[in-house]
Each structure stands twice: as C-alpha cells, then as structure tokens.
C-alpha cells in the first residue's frame, strides 16, 4: 500500500510541474493566451516609449511656471510609471502581473496625455473635439487606414502634425490603443 501512496505522490507532483512550466497554472489561462497578451502590452510599450520621447523634445522648451512645473511633473510620474511597468513586463508570469501592466500603461498613458495637451496648447495646435455632435460618414467616406467603409472621425498625428481622419472600427480600436495602424493599398 505503501509504494501505491509513494507513486500516487510522485504523480502529483510530476502533474504540478508540469502545470506549472506549461503556462497553465495561472488563473487558468493558457501559455498562448499569457504570450499574446505579452506582445500585445510589448507594442504599448514601444508607441508608449515613442510619446515619452516626443514629450522629451518639448519638456525643456515650456518656460512659463505653472505650465513647465504641470509638465514637469507628469513626464517624471509617467516616466516612473513606464519603467515600472517594463520592470513587471519583463519578467511578468502571470495574469495579474500584466494586468498591473496594463494598469501602469493606462496611467503612464494618462500623464502623457496632459503633456500633450500642454503642448498642444502652447504650440497652437488642434483643440481636442468639442463634445458636439459629430459627422456622420457617408457610404463613400473610406477608411484613411485600409479603405474599408469608414465609421467615424479620429484625430491622429501625421508627420508632426494632427488631422481629422475617417477610419473603421478596427483601425479606430487600435488607434484607442495607441498604435498606429498598418496603411494598407
């Protein structure tokens, strides 16, 4: 009865292991789910690092207090936001580690965002949309992206400058996103 209890032991532990370094012990997803959603986080990480440098171009070029003290300390928290974020993504194994990611990227996102706005202001560029009403498109109005039949307006920046662009849902979630979308013929 002994060696019957020993093998029953050895098997769930050899079952444990296997669990475990299959990527399947997590919150019960699956090695291919964590791995899509990791690169997924990846390409945030990059257009993330992207905006940090734009950011960077201005920071030392906004001289009046209150703007340049708001900007300075919303570029240093994303900043801090961003790398802690990298530090989790980088050796993230779980679920809840990349959700802590993502949370981080949404915040580092959240701070950028202000930067831009300051900017934005102090260099005359486009005002965020107004809350009114928008255009509705016409069927002839075609995604900026990939030509599809278009759904509405989004504002996207384009050689340094913003501009008004019909686009489909699709290109419109991964520009929510923050990426940019792949310009198709």
């Given at each position: 009865m002994s060696k019957i209890l020993l093998f029953a032991l050895v098997?769930?532990?050899?079952?444990?292991?296997?669990?475990?370094?299959?990527g399947q012990a997590y919150q019960g997803l699956p090695a291919t789910e964590l791995k899509a959603l990791t690169d997924r986080l990846n390409q945030r990480r990059h257009t993330l690092l992207e905006e940090i440098?734009?950011?960077?171009?201005?920071?030392?070029?906004?001289?009046?207090?209150?703007?340049?003290t708001l900007m300075r300390e919303r570029r240093e928290s994303a900043i801090r936001k961003y790398e802690e974020a990298v530090n989790i993504l980088d050796r993230a194994k779980t679920s809840r580690d990349l959700?802590?990611?993502?949370?981080?990227?949404?915040?580092?996102?959240?701070?950028?965002?202000?930067?831009?706005?300051?900017?934005?202001?102090?260099?005359?560029a486009e005002a965020p949309p107004s809350t009114e009403e928008t255009e509705q498109p016409t069927p002839e109005d075609r995604c900026h992206y990939c030509g599809s039949q278009a759904h509405e307006q989004a504002t996207v920046t384009t050689d340094g400058?913003?501009?008004?662009?019909?686009?489909?849902?699709?290109?419109?979630?991964?520009?929510?996103?923050?990426?940019?979308?792949?310009?198709?013929?």
């Open positions: 098997f769930v532990v050899l079952f444990l292991l296997y669990r475990r370094f299959s440098e734009h950011v960077d171009g201005y920071a030392d070029l906004i001289a009046d207090p209150p703007d340049a959700d802590r990611v993502s949370m981080l990227f949404d915040e580092t996102r959240a701070d950028l965002t202000i930067c831009r706005e300051v900017i934005d202001r102090l260099t005359g400058a913003r501009q008004k662009v019909w686009v489909c849902s699709n290109c419109l979630n991964e520009i929510r996103d923050g990426r940019t979308p792949t310009m198709r013929a």
